[in-house]
């Protein structure tokens, strides 16, 4: 079950180009910590200066050093995208491996409170939250919020694997071991579940870290905290492109591209790594 | 009459287990109908339950290993009813008892975990003991089944053939010495040239090691090698039952004479004569009130549609057959 | 008799690639055969031997990582020539071979049909792509007739597949595989996982075919006891090799190589109480060849040589081939 990521490193080249970059973008976001500036004050170094020794990404409309605000936003946005992905996730997946296990009445009523969800309209729903809580939004409760759409996902998914597990025959012979239903679901089940949970872990990152985007565009995020959403807000607001500041509205949406990318590869090599029809395959070539 | 119970290792009474069905093909089907039957605790013994798919063999296997409740009728295991057996420690004791052993070895073990690791489990969660009896326990399962536990040490299933896995569960179930061994259709998922090893196995079990085993299969040939008793079924009931020489060389039921005369054999010389006819709707057949077997009986008469006949019995022998009357 | 196919010194591999690794599993390893016309020829072995392989290789599914190394598979007398399948491309293999010429039985073929047509919707629907311009009356009689002509009841046209039994669906497929009389048939253990009396059911229907169409049947199975049944010759393929090859009556009656020897006699038989055996050992790995012939391992007459040098086949009687030294050598005596 261990991933061993030199192993990964070796055999994957995709996986060895979205570590590195990923790695980059996690160092970026500690290194805000040691930011000369305030992300939420403007004006602090002269306006809209191209890229130089001084200012490594140029300077933005508003005064802010365009390379340290990109460090908080990709600190906000992981942080942002890690505290959904947590929570649904663990929902999602406790929610799942009840409805499989117990069956019966409880699964129904998992199931119809999960589907409820499902048909939530998330967006419009978001966007009316953005506008009421306006001022207070942060990325701990947008989190939260965010967090209220994307767990359904996570249930239906577990349970129907959970489901099929339940009827292989070495769940049998786990039984008649006299193994606890709580070891099966650790030692025989688990395994073949954690490549989708870790997969999802990741897709519900970047799925968060979208739907902030898409929320910011609009102005709908928290605008003062700096994200690659607000980024984005702000450079269209100030017309960054057309008054040729095209650092400041190409920095966002690169790095965006940058870390969905990243992350989508380390998502896939890790699955297919831990998909249990290619760590056989790496069983067998052992021979 | 507690005394009387504690003699049988295996009764049960009037099993039955109905599932019900959605839609389209009707509401219920009786995939095994009021089975009785008995496995004495004197001798261990090995039973045939004979039967093609659709018979209920699988369905009562189940029932018997704890697997599936039944509808009605109650199963009795030394003594204990086993649809009783609500709590964790009386399953453990079960466990310990009854162990099965499956149709296909490459689905009994996890492919992602070691083989060893189930009969470890086996033996530290049924026997309890210190790591070095735990150890010595399967060794000894192991090498009962004509491997070397250094063989197979570290080794994942895929690693194995199909003989050898199903060897292993074989291991795994013989543990705890149980006193009974449910074989669901064991071999056929084996290659023809390598059943003859794990039947033979089976016996020298039944005899050396004293556990009682009830073989399930489709297999004539094979159920006349293993066994003196014999059950065949059709359709959730029993059409036939009795020692396996009379059975097979001198059938009563018309069914049974069919099985019989299906069987392949393996010399051109011997080829058959004639064609047979197959059922075309099996789900018809279930729904029948009569005997089930009425569409394809040269022998039906007008009685056969109307009532299902009752077992009759002939000496040490049982037909469910109005010719038999 | 006419030749139907002739297979040369027939090697198919697979080549399987895993982060670096790369493993060579010679399933079918310098094979050759001739096939004549209107025979029904079984080839026997344990899982494992090759004959799923070479029954893929004849009808030329040849899909990565399945490739053929060397060799030759010709047909004779397609529309008048011969043809090597194995230079042929996909395109021609459809317009010239398949469904006319030969046709494929996979195994467990019941679960191929289409759940939501109706069972003559489906003869229909395979019927139109050759005879584009009949009327649907006419189509629907060549069906009938066809199913009749297999012993199929004749109310099985207007079911649905989920209302047949498992083995009438079987025979379905097969009529459908059959319907344009093709005139060779390549079945892949066509009765196994079947029951008894379905079994002799699908075997009924392959006689009856070849009886009323004359059409040659290529019918691998692990079970001796089927081949016995309905075949004229038999191949016994062991670790990708032919070991054994001659008339089913001669086989039965006198078998040549000790392997084949295990096979017959290690099946049960009702009356017989005595002690069975089975071939002893395992099946050697496909990557890992013994040296020298490849039964030796588990061959309780081996002598040095077999484990120097591979027996050739050679035909010891009429039509009787053989790989096996002691074998070869004891009929040197006689």
């Known amino acids: 079950m261990l991933i061993s990521i030199k192993d990964l490193f070796k055999a994957n080249k995709e996986f060895q180009f979205g570590f590195i970059v990923f790695m980059i973008i996690l160092v970026l976001a500690v290194t805000s910590h040691f930011s000369p500036f305030d992300p939420r004050s403007w004006n602090t170094v002269p306006k809209d200066l191209p890229p130089s020794f001084r200012h490594l990404l140029g300077t933005t409309s508003t005064g802010q050093d365009v390379f340290w605000i990109l460090c908080h936003a990709f600190k906000n946005s992981l942080i942002l995208g890690v505290i959904t992905a947590l929570i649904s996730n663990l929902v999602g997946t406790f929610v799942g491996l009840l409805a499989g296990y117990k069956g019966g009445w409880i699964d129904r009523v998992l199931m119809s409170l999960n589907d409820t969800f499902i048909a939530l309209p998330s967006f419009p729903i978001l966007v009316f939250l953005a506008f009421a809580l306006k001022g207070n939004l942060n990325m701990l409760n947008l989190g939260v919020i965010l967090s209220f759409f994307s767990w359904p996902w996570g249930g239906r998914q577990v349970r129907a694997m959970i489901l099929s597990l339940r009827e292989r025959e070495f769940t049998f012979t786990a039984d008649f071991s006299g193994s606890s239903t709580l070891k099966i679901v650790f030692a025989e089940h688990l395994p073949f579940v954690l490549p989708w949970i870790i997969a999802n872990f990741i897709n519900t990152i970047l799925w968060s870290i979208g739907m902030e985007v898409g929320l910011a565009i609009f102005g709908l995020s928290s605008l003062e905290i700096p994200t690659i959403g607000t980024m984005i807000y702000w450079s269209t607001q100030y017309q960054a492109l057309f008054r040729g500041v095209w650092w400041w509205a190409l920095t966002p949406i690169l790095s965006s591209i940058f870390l969905f990318v990243s992350l989508f590869f380390i998502s896939s090599a890790i699955t297919e790594y831990l998909d249990p029809r290619s760590r056989l395959q790496r069983i067998r070539s052992r021979e | ?325 | 008799m006419k030749k139907a196919i002739t297979i040369k010194n027939l090697r198919a591999y697979y080549i399987l690639q895993n982060s670096g690794n790369k493993k060579i599993v010679r399933a079918v390893d310098d094979v050759s055969l001739d096939i004549y016309e209107g025979e029904i020829l079984g080839i026997a072995g344990e899982s494992g031997c090759g004959k799923t392989t070479l029954l893929k290789v004849l009808y030329g599914l040849l899909n990565p990582p399945l490739f053929v190394k060397s060799g030759e598979i010709i047909y004779h007398d397609v529309g008048g020539t011969e043809v090597d399948i194995l230079k042929l491309p996909v395109s021609e293999k459809r317009s010239m071979l398949y469904w006319k010429h030969i046709s494929y039985i996979p195994q467990a073929s019941m679960n191929v049909l289409n759940p939501l047509l109706k069972v003559k919707k489906q003869f229909l629907k395979v019927l139109k792509t050759h005879y584009k311009d009949r009327k649907k009356g006419q189509l629907l009689e060549m069906a009938a007739e066809h199913a009749k002509n297999l012993g199929l009841p004749s109310d099985i046209l207007d079911s649905y597949p989920h209302q047949l039994s498992g083995g009438m669906r079987q025979r379905v497929t097969i009529a459908i595989a059959t319907l344009f009389t093709p005139k060779i048939i390549f079945a892949d253990e066509p009765t196994t996982a079947l029951d008894v009396v379905v079994q002799r059911g699908v075997m009924q229907i392959l006689k009856d075919l070849q009886s009323i169409y004359k059409n040659t049947i290529v019918l691998v199975s692990h079970d001796i006891a089927v081949h016995a049944e309905i075949t004229d010759r038999l191949g016994i393929m062991y670790a990708g090799k032919l070991v054994e090859l001659g008339p089913t009556l001669s086989l039965f009656r006198s078998p040549l190589h000790p392997y084949t020897r295990f096979l017959i006699e290690s099946l049960p038989q009702i009356g017989e109480k005595k002690t069975k055996m089975s071939v002893p050992g395992v099946p050697p790995s496909l990557i890992n060849l013994p040296s020298g012939c490849r039964f030796h391992p588990r061959c309780p007459f081996k002598s040095e040589i077999c484990s120097e040098e591979e027996p050739p086949f050679v035909e010891v009687r009429e039509g009787h081939f053989v790989a096996c030294f002691r074998t070869t050598k004891e009929e040197d005596y006689l």
Request: charge should be positive.
């Open chain 2, 1 to 325: 009459m507690n005394g009387e119970k504690k003699t049988s290792l295996l009764k049960l009474e009037n099993v039955t287990k109905i599932f019900k069905l959605g839609g389209l093909f009707g509401s219920k089907l009786i995939a095994v109908n009021q089975i009785n039957f008995e496995l004495k605790g004197d001798q261990p013994e090995i039973v045939s339950i004979v039967g093609e798919s659709g018979s209920g063999k699988t369905t009562l296997a189940r029932m018997i290993l704890g697997l599936i409740e039944p509808t009605h009728g109650r199963i009795i295991f030394k003594g204990k009813d086993v649809t009783t057996i609500k709590n964790r420690h009386e399953k453990l004791i079960f466990r310990k008892e009854v162990q099965p052993i499956f149709q296909n070895p490459f689905e009994a073990f996890n492919p992602l975990k070691k083989v060893e690791s189930y009969l470890f489990e086996t033996a530290k969660n049924l026997l309890k003991g210190s790591k070095e009896e735990i150890l010595e326990r399967v060794e000894r399962a192991v090498e009962a089944v004509g491997m070397k536990f250094s063989e197979i040490s570290g080794r994942y299933p895929n690693e194995f053939s199909g003989g050898q896995l199903q060897r292993l569960a074989i291991a795994r179930a013989l543990i705890t010495q149980p006193s009974l061994l449910v074989a669901d259709e064991p071999v056929s998922m084996v290659d023809a040239s390598l059943r003859m090893s794990i039947l033979n196995l089976f016996k020298k079990l039944n005899e050396k090691m004293r556990v009682s085993i009830i073989y399930i299969t489709h297999d004539l040939a094979t159920a006349y090698y293993m066994s003196y008793r014999i059950v065949i079924m059709f359709r959730g009931v029993v059409i036939e039952m009795g020692p396996s020489d009379l059975v097979l060389l001198e059938p009563f039921h018309p069914y049974t004479k069919l099985l019989l005369e299906s069987i392949p054999k393996p010399d051109p010389e011997k080829r058959w004569k004639s064609k047979i006819k197959l059922s075309d709707t099996e789900i018809r057949e279930y729904g029948m009130i009569g005997c089930k077997f009425v569409n394809r009986c040269p022998y039906t008469m007008e009685k056969c549609r109307k009532t299902e006949p009752p077992l009759f019995q002939r000496d040490d022998r049982f037909v469910r057959c109005f010719l038999y009357e």
